[in-house]
């Protein structure tokens, strides 16, 4: 028994196990969602706000950079970075190079500094190729970082430009006359070309409409592409490498060798005929190389007096200077880690305090249950509050101490039983012991007190039969109508001289109209006739019992009477005998239970008449109390549901034990 009391459920099989794995499961599941939930919502909205982010620092970048491809300082600039703060909503800054202030949108005297590293340089020159929003029209290469809008000396006077703006307009007009759609587009030097939809120029050469003479260089283009030129082929000659011809788009080709100096386009020598020439020789991939490299150089050296400076750029948020955004770099992907094994640890914590205040009080009522197994006495275990646990821990208790009352009542029967079955069999054994040793004679009063006895001894039988049938559910009953009135004044007349030898007067009260009853006459007569006898028995000589009868429901009593329409049938009996104390009275119908402890059959009988009253009455559908005023007397009740009269209704006699045992 030790052994199993001490022995533990498995932590897997336990309830505690079961309730920190479920915690344990749903803290998880519920972190592991809340977390990936939270990473996409968060990855999504980073990913939306630094692209929206980057859209307007290009779109800063652009303006700022056309500012500067356009103008060779940058007075004036502010304007336009207070424009652009406006309409992003953040903070712009420009500086130079060794960080002296430039224009910043953030005027207030407490701005915040700006940040160690620049948002990106702004220089015309070389552009940065992730945040710049190249023009579809370029002037350069694809590896050329010169800002197209920076054109220097290439920019057209507006003679030139109206002079190219009518050949165009001519140009497109014929296109569109010719069925082609045509447009005219002006670049950033000013010069205009025609650009057809569809960018199919190969439809136009069937046409008289050709663009040709838009393509010669103006007089100011040949000048500035001259010097360009002779910068590229200074750049070349350090590197022993021969000159070029640079076109317009500044594509270029070997340069014939002649011995006079490079005429000038557009000046006088075009006219003279053209000296000597060495035949051009091809070019190498490596010779396009350094002429690229080489024309770059030109280009940035040429425009480098047309072009702003370069200039530091600082893009913020409204009010600050820029921050790191979030990103799920290791270090913040260790924090949502981190945290979710915290709010982990804290549940799978929760769940072990609450399962082991659930646990312990389990543990309590198995060790009380086992004890009570083990035929301990009577074991509580302490009610901790008014939860379940609590109210199954009162329960309990109560259960305890319900089977420790029936175990103490079980002991008691037991003594009863054989002290009631003793007493008879006593004396009978010592009449007959007598008659063998020759002390009595086997007269008539000999076989009297035998006979006596062994009626005693085979009353305690049946009543024990009656208390096991009833509580077997065994107790079988012949319902038929009664006269209440009429079966009253048989038990009376049957316990008459047994009240006139004790002196004490017994009486009917029959004021009230009889009620109608359904009930088993001769189980009827046997509960009341325990009731009158055990009445009888404790009423002094010159007292009284008094029977009556009347309807129950809505406040009726023997006064008021009742007629047949009540809902119950109230049987009383009460005398005027010294009465039952108050601390008795709960247990006056208990199984051998009487007041007198000495169990002499001068105060009282076997006491079991009450408990077969009771369990008549509660065969019938009733109820039976008992009250009583110390001094006084008592009055027993038994309560039954009516029912109503029945034409012709009479009284059949039965065969069955006559009333009146106790």
């Not at 056309?66 to 309409?87: F, I, K, M």
């Not at 283009?221 to 011809?245: F, I, P, S, T």
């Not at 094994?341 to 249950?369: D, K, Q």
């Not at 009465?579 to 076997?606: C, N």
Request: neutral net charge; glycine residues 10%.
């Amino acid at each position: 028994m030790a052994r199993n009391r001490s022995s533990r459920v498995p932590l897997r099989r336990s309830l505690l196990g079961r309730l920190l794995g479920v915690s344990a499961l749903v803290a998880a599941c519920s972190v592991a969602a809340t977390a990936w939930l939270a990473v996409q919502t968060t990855s999504g909205a980073i990913k939306q706000e630094q692209g929206q982010n980057l859209t307007a620092d290009a779109r800063i970048y652009d303006t700022l950079l056309g500012y500067a491809a356009r103008h060779s300082t940058w007075d004036g600039v502010d304007a336009t970075v207070r424009e652009l703060a406006e309409q992003s909503g953040r903070r712009v800054a420009l500086t130079t190079q060794s960080r002296r202030p430039l224009a910043d949108s953030a005027t207030a005297p407490d701005a915040p500094a700006l940040p160690p590293e620049a948002s990106a340089v702004v220089d015309p020159l070389s552009v940065d190729t992730v945040l710049a929003a190249r023009s579809a029209e370029g002037q350069g290469t694809a590896a050329d970082r010169i800002d197209p809008r920076a054109v220097g000396p290439f920019l057209l006077p507006a003679a030139e430009r109206t002079a190219l703006r009518r050949t165009a307009d001519r140009n497109a007009a014929c296109l569109n006359r010719a069925g082609i759609a045509a447009d005219v587009v002006v670049g950033p030097s000013g010069r205009p070309r025609v650009q057809m939809v569809g960018n199919d120029p190969e439809r136009a050469l069937g046409t008289r409409c050709g663009p040709a003479d838009l393509d010669a260089p103006t007089r100011t283009e040949k000048k500035a592409l001259g010097a360009l030129n002779e910068l590229a082929d200074a750049c070349l000659k350090r590197q022993d490498r021969g000159g070029v011809r640079l076109n317009r788009d500044l594509s270029w080709g070997e340069r014939a060798v002649a011995p006079g100096p490079l005429p000038v386009p557009g000046d006088a020598t075009e006219a003279r005929p053209a000296p000597a020439v060495e035949p051009p020789r091809e070019l190498t991939g490596e010779d396009d190389r350094a002429i690229a490299s080489c024309v770059g150089t030109a280009r940035s050296e040429q425009l480098s007096s047309y072009v702003a400076s370069p200039a530091l750029l600082f893009i913020g948020d409204e009010g600050g200077a820029t921050v790191p955004g979030f990103d799920l770099s290791p270090a913040n992907t260790a924090k949502i880690a981190g945290a979710a094994a915290l709010v982990l640890a804290l549940t799978v914590g929760a769940s072990v305090l609450a399962g082991a205040r659930l646990v312990r009080p389990l543990h309590a009522l198995t060790g009380a249950a086992q004890r009570m197994r083990d035929g301990e006495e009577h074991a509580s275990v302490p009610v901790a509050g008014d939860d379940e646990i609590g109210r199954l821990s009162a329960a309990f208790n109560d259960m305890s101490a319900h089977r420790a009352r029936l175990e103490a009542q079980r002991k008691a029967m037991v003594s009863d039983v054989a002290h009631e079955l003793r007493t008879p069999l006593s004396n009978i054994r010592g009449w007959l012991e007598a008659a063998q040793d020759g002390l009595a004679d086997p007269d008539p009063a000999f076989v009297s007190s035998l006979l006596e006895e062994a009626v005693q001894l085979q009353h305690i039988i049946d009543d024990l039969q009656d208390l096991a049938a009833a509580d077997a559910g065994a107790l079988r009953l012949h319902p038929e109508p009664v006269r209440v009135h009429e079966l009253l004044g048989q038990v009376a007349a049957a316990h008459q001289a047994r009240a006139e030898t004790a002196g004490v007067t017994l009486t009917v009260v029959t004021t009230a109209p009889a009620p109608a009853l359904e009930a088993d006459p001769v189980r009827l007569r046997q509960a009341v006739g325990n009731l009158v006898s055990n009445a009888v028995r404790h009423t002094p000589a010159g007292g009284t019992v008094t029977l009556r009868a009347y309807g129950g429901g809505g406040g009726a009593g023997p006064e008021g009477g009742g007629g047949s329409g009540a809902g119950q049938v109230v049987i009383e009996v009460a005398d005027t005998g010294a009465g039952i104390p108050a601390g008795d009275l709960p247990y006056v119908f208990d199984r051998f239970w009487r007041a007198e402890k000495s169990r002499s059959r001068r105060t009282g009988g076997s006491g079991l008449g009450l408990a077969i009253v009771r369990k008549l009455a509660e065969a019938h559908g009733g109820t039976a109390e008992a009250s009583s005023t110390e001094g006084t007397g008592s009055a027993f009740t038994l309560r039954l549901p009516a029912t109503a009269p029945a034409r012709g209704q009479g009284d059949r006699s039965r065969a069955g034990r006559p009333g009146g045992m106790a």
